[in-house]
């Protein structure tokens, strides 16, 4: 009986060792911001997305489930420092992360950011473009970095924060302002229903995303290494973009 018993145990840890993906070892507390297409919430309430759509393929098949819940992205970094949530897929320059999030090594998409204006202005190509310049904002973006000098009174740069991306070029087009940040994606969605007359804009940059887990998270370095190796996997297999 002993040694059938050792072979049922030996059976089973073999059953979870071929077929982790079967096999949830957590479930992980992702946290999102309205940003679409990459992260928003549908009329129903569930989450959606691009990155929701690669967190359904990644996860299961690293060996964790996850939750996922909407939140405006100053208060998801604060959770994510405080472990309140476990991971966030996106950004890693969020100042309120230095010091308290791991961040992964795998690029899983890039945020294009693009400098918009009204008329014939001189375009914004770097951050020094922007003292002396009236400038709208989305409330909590980090910009890559870009924030800290863009509020730092030294630098003289005239800013208008938006809370939603159609509020932000409705602004741009009531005059507000004389240029808009914004990512290139959420703005062609913003676009497609508030019309601004000869708008133009300009490449600023792009900006790597990564899978970034709270420091609080325990084996919080081994769970990035696992979603990295596994994206990295079904990359190679066609089976993610």
Known sequence: MAV?????V???VLMVAGYGNAVFAETLKLGYIEFP???????????????IDLAKKVYPEAGFDFTATSYPVRRLANYIGSGDLDIWM???????FEGKTYTG???????????????????????????GKSVIIMRGYS??????????PANKVNYINANKHDAAFKMLLAGRADYLLDYKDPSEKALETVKVPDLSSNLISSFPCYFVVSK???DGQKIIDRLDKTYEKLKKSGAVP
């Not at 059938?4 to 049922?8: E, F, S, Y």
């Not at 795998?106 to 922007?130: C, H, M, N, Q």
């Open 4 to 8: 059938r018993n050792a072979l049922i």
């Open 10 to 12: 030996i059976s089973l």
């Open 37 to 51: 297409p990459y992260t928003y919430t549908k009329e129903n309430g569930e989450p959606a997305g691009i990155l």
């Open 90 to 96: 996106g950004l890693k320059t969020l100042p309120e």
């Open 105 to 131: 090594k795998a690029v899983i998409t890039e945020l294009v950011l693009l400098s918009y204006t009204r008329g014939s202005k001189p375009p914004i190509l770097k951050k020094e473009d922007l003292p």
């Open 143 to 152: 910009y890559g970095g870009w924030i800290s000098f863009i509020e730092d």
């Open 216 to 218: 609080k998270l325990k």
